[in-house]
């Protein structure tokens, strides 16, 4: 009868070296499918940036009166048009789709810009983002897209870019139209 204790033994000790090694294992592949995730986590959250810098230039370029075809995915197609309206899937934005929606809504270039050349002061994208949404509260601004509209808008010259330290101006390349003075 000890022969049969002493396999008992054996063979619990081999179910436990056993079940010890397959925790390790399962261990160290929780900790490699972690890294993946969060390493596919950082790819998506650069790629969701992009997306948003690329949104905002389409829209500043948009105003510029360039056919800017409509994204085919789904997700593209149910976020805001460049003229602020939705956009039919699959069809390009044109000149005249971009005046017919125009007359309804200004466009974030148009709305930049003339906020801008209203203001006596650089403005932060965090300032004109925070005025232009208080001016138009029907409207969804995003501070990203802003300021991808007001890059661009400096590319074109339209805009001066200044900065202080680690802070980032923004003025209008137009003068400042002055109140008339009473005399």
């Known amino acids: 009868m000890s022969d049969i204790a002493v396999e008992a033994d054996d063979l619990a000790s081999q179910y436990i070296a056993r079940v010890e090694q397959d925790l390790t294992d399962n261990a160290e592949?929780?900790?490699?499918?972690?890294?993946?995730?969060?390493?596919?986590?950082?790819?998506m959250d650069a790629l969701q940036r992009d997306r948003t810098v690329l949104m905002?230039?389409?829209?500043a370029l948009s105003g510029q009166g360039g056919q800017v075809p409509v994204p085919s995915t789904s997700a593209a197609r149910s976020e805001e048009a460049p003229s602020g309206e939705q956009a039919v899937p699959g069809?390009?934005?044109?000149?005249?789709t971009q005046e017919m929606a125009s007359a309804s809504k200004p466009t974030l270039v148009d709305?930049?810009?003339s906020h801008l050349s209203g203001q006596s002061e650089p403005r932060s994208a965090a300032e004109v983002t925070t005025d232009i949404a208080q001016a138009q509260p029907d409207r969804q601004v995003k501070i990203t897209v802003v300021r991808a509209t007001l890059e661009a808008l400096v590319a074109q010259?339209?805009?001066?870019?200044?900065k202080q330290g680690r802070s980032v101006f923004y003025s209008s390349t137009t003068p400042v139209s002055k109140a008339p003075t009473a005399n």
């Open 157 to 162: 010259g339209r805009v001066r870019r200044t």
């Open 91 to 96: 069809q390009p934005v044109t000149p005249k």
């Open 29 to 43: 592949e929780l900790e490699r499918i972690g890294r993946d995730i969060e390493s596919l986590r950082q790819r």
């Open 111 to 113: 709305l930049v810009c």
């Open 56 to 59: 905002g230039v389409r829209m």
